[in-house]
């Protein structure tokens, strides 16, 4: 049944043990049965990558756009991307490695791939918030989101190196990490390039501005008319990925991230990247927010910031804040604010701004 299976490593371990190809169905079945949610998603993931009759494994996107889609992807791609993995970070067999984020999207089954591919001691935990509340021992790699490396920074020096993702890291948690012993790098990547694909150091002792993202052995990018990434991985990818991020290009394997096309604001011809801007505010606004364009008679589209709270006196302190700051160029300035009670959420968490935009536009006219 496994003739087609790509083998576990001779020095692979899952919370403390050793196991072998035929060794792990029962464990599985195990994290299943008796399991409880992040355990049964585990389970039914090693039962398909061990199932020879699949010779592709289906993969979900985030929903990042408020869309979730399913994919399918090869094993022998997907070792490749833990192979590339491995490489960038230095990391070999024995490598102890900790697993804190869900099996149901690619970045959790990756630090599984990882581990049997590579032969790493890999132990799992709840993929909460605190995801490293119970954690007692020295690890040398993980992988957290931005909302778990906020959480867990009392325990970070537990682990060597961590790679973030998922989101965006606030310009205030980047400060708090500078001075941590763990090296924290940031990953870009996407469900359809297995995970990341580029990556850049966050933290270091020089404290100098930050690298551009660099690509991962064997992949390369270009731009297309619109500045937006494309990514040429051939152990990874059969075709280009044409993403709709854009981008600053510095050459071939490295870039700095501008934000997504979807998002760009035309103001009076003036094109304004929101995510740029919401970098500028997040040291100054501490409820969450977003910028988003929207249509105005004079403008084409206007810069407008939503923000969550159901403080009837937010609007007006929030105007006084932004009249503070300096770092935003006029076009930046938000021509309106618009206070949301509650923003509107994708089915995996994350803020649906184009729901939340139309809400928030409703409520106001009204």
Same mark, same amino acid.
């Given at each position: 049944?496994?003739d ?10 899952? /919370? ?13 079945y195990?994290f ?15 039962? &398909? ?8 494994m289906?993969?979900?996107?985030? =929903?990042s ?6 994919m399918?992807v ?9 192979? @590339? ?17 869900? @099996?149901n999207?690619v970045? =959790? ?7 049997? #591919?590579?032969?790493?001691h890999? &132990?799992?935990?709840?993929?909460? @918030? /605190? ?8 690890y040398?790699?993980? @992988? ?5 490396l *906020?959480? *867990?920074?009392?325990?970070?020096h ?6 973030? =993702?998922?989101a ?10 500078? &001075?941590?012993? $763990? ?9 359809? $390039? ?8 966050l933290?270091?002792s020089?404290k ?8 991962l052995?064997?992949?390369s990018?270009t731009?297309?008319d619109? /500045?937006?990434l #494309? ?9 280009p990925?044409v $993403? ?5 290009l510095?050459?071939d ?9 979807? /998002?760009v ?21 501490h ?9 105005d ?12 709270? $159901? ?13 503070e ?13 618009i ?14 701004? *184009? ?5 928030g536009i ?5």
């Amino acid at each position: 049944m496994l003739d087609n299976i790509i083998p576990i490593h001779p020095d692979f371990k899952l /919370n403390g043990y050793h196991y072998n190809e035929t060794e792990i169905y029962p464990v599985a079945y195990s994290f299943i049965k008796e399991g409880i949610e992040y355990e049964e998603l585990i389970g039914n993931f090693l039962l &398909d990558w061990f199932n020879d009759n699949y010779e592709q494994m289906k993969l979900r996107t985030s =929903g990042s756009t408020g869309e979730v889609k399913e994919m399918f992807v090869h094993r022998d791609k997907m070792k490749n991307s833990a192979i @590339a993995t491995a490489k960038r970070f230095k990391l070999p067999a024995k490598t102890k490695a900790l697993c804190c984020i869900p @099996a149901n999207y690619v970045a =959790g089954r990756m630090m599984l791939i990882r581990a049997m #591919v590579l032969g790493w001691h890999l &132990d799992l935990v709840e993929p909460k @918030a /605190n995801a490293l509340a119970q954690v007692e021992k020295e690890y040398d790699f993980a @992988a957290l989101t931005p909302h778990q490396l *906020s959480n *867990s920074l009392h325990k970070i020096h537990f682990i060597k190196k961590v790679i973030v =993702g998922g989101a965006p890291i606030s310009e205030s948690l980047l400060k708090k990490i500078q &001075d941590i012993p $763990t090296k924290v790098f940031e990953t870009y990547g996407m469900t359809e $390039t297995i995970t990341h694909i580029a990556t850049r150091r966050l933290n270091s002792s020089t404290k100098t501005k930050l690298k551009p993202l660099k690509a991962l052995q064997n992949v390369s990018f270009t731009v297309n008319d619109k /500045n937006c990434l #494309v990514v040429t991985a051939p152990k990874i990818t059969d075709e280009p990925v044409v $993403t709709r991020d854009v981008v600053e290009l510095v050459d071939d394997i490295r870039f700095y991230w501008k934000g997504r096309l979807d /998002n760009v604001i035309n103001s009076g011809g003036v094109k304004i990247h929101p995510e740029q801007v919401e970098k500028k505010l997040q040291l100054h606004i501490h409820k969450p927010f977003f910028i988003a364009g929207v249509p105005d008679e004079n403008l084409g589209e206007k810069v407008v910031l939503f923000v969550e709270s $159901t403080n009837p006196n937010e609007e007006q302190a929030i105007q006084e804040t932004i009249k503070e700051i300096d770092t935003l160029d006029k076009f930046e300035v938000p021509k309106q604010i618009i206070v949301v009670a509650e923003f509107k959420k994708t089915r995996t968490a994350k803020v649906h701004r *184009s729901a939340t935009i139309k809400a928030g536009i409703s409520n106001s006219v009204n």
